[in-house]
């Protein structure tokens, strides 16, 4: 009986030995910036990344190693992590790490961690226009609002993202939409006027010529 107990406890102690090497060698490898090996032990060991991959997650954040946290992302880490106060998928929209981004919004999407309209929320507040155009060819609809009832266009105006403003605007069944469902358009460009941007947003809503009146912001169209 003995023999067996100790047969079970070195069994065990064999599989923990295990994967202490293991992690120990994705933890070197993200610490060498050796994504080449990196990549190949992650797809072998799945599960220990899942397991462990905020951990992991860590060592590749601080200081940040792109690569890495792709491919812990990629072999199912949390997508869910958090850097310098951000979850993973708002920091790498917010900081233009689009590899990351494109990565692990595709994941979240597939497992409901996010939705489709906060993805394009955070892209227009940070100014993200590649993540903006992939969930556009995705088609990802535009036409909503967010729970302080602002459109997108609103959010790009508030954010003063003129550029990504107008590229909402290429989409004509969008500015069908806002001049239905914002009747206070013109108060929000005002309210934002930009003498660089603005009168050509005006000019790409309004075509045919639009006049208002100063006091109440009531949009007259010519």
Same mark, same amino acid.
């Given at each position: ?18 994967? &202490?090497?293991?992690? *120990? ?18 797809s072998k060991h799945q599960k220990l ?45 917010? *900081? ?33 226009? $590649? ?9 990802? $609809? ?11 266009? $609103? ?20 500015? $069908? ?9 013109? &108060? ?7 003498? *660089? ?23 007259? *169209?010519?």
């Amino acid at each position: 009986m003995k023999k067996i107990i100790y047969c079970i406890y070195f069994i065990f102690l064999l599989l923990g030995c295990s994967a &202490k090497s293991k992690s *120990e060698k994705i933890k070197n490898y993200i610490l060498e910036n050796n994504t080449t090996e990196l990549e190949k032990i992650c797809s072998k060991h799945q599960k220990l990344i899942q397991e462990q991959g905020d951990i992991f997650l860590s060592y590749a954040a601080y200081p940040l190693n792109e690569d890495a946290v792709y491919v812990l992302i990629k072999h199912g880490a949390n997508c869910q992590y958090m850097i310098k106060g951000k979850n993973l998928i708002q920091w790498s929209i917010s *900081e233009n790490r689009n590899k990351v981004a494109f990565l692990a919004i595709e994941k979240s999407l597939n497992s409901n961690l996010v939705t489709p309209n906060h993805i394009l929320e955070m892209s227009v507040q940070y100014d993200n226009s $590649d993540v903006l155009q992939w969930m556009i060819e995705k088609d990802f $609809d535009l036409k909503f609002k967010n729970t302080q009832n602002e459109t997108l266009f $609103d959010i790009a105006l508030k954010n003063k993202n003129y550029r990504i403003a107008k590229n909402l605007l290429l989409k004509k069944d969008y500015i $069908d939409y806002l001049k239905s469902e914002s009747p206070q358009i013109m &108060k929000v460009l005002i309210d934002s006027w930009d003498n *660089e941007f603005s009168p050509d947003l005006v000019n790409t809503i309004y075509p045919e010529g639009a006049d208002f009146h100063d006091d109440t912001y009531l949009l007259v *169209e010519a």
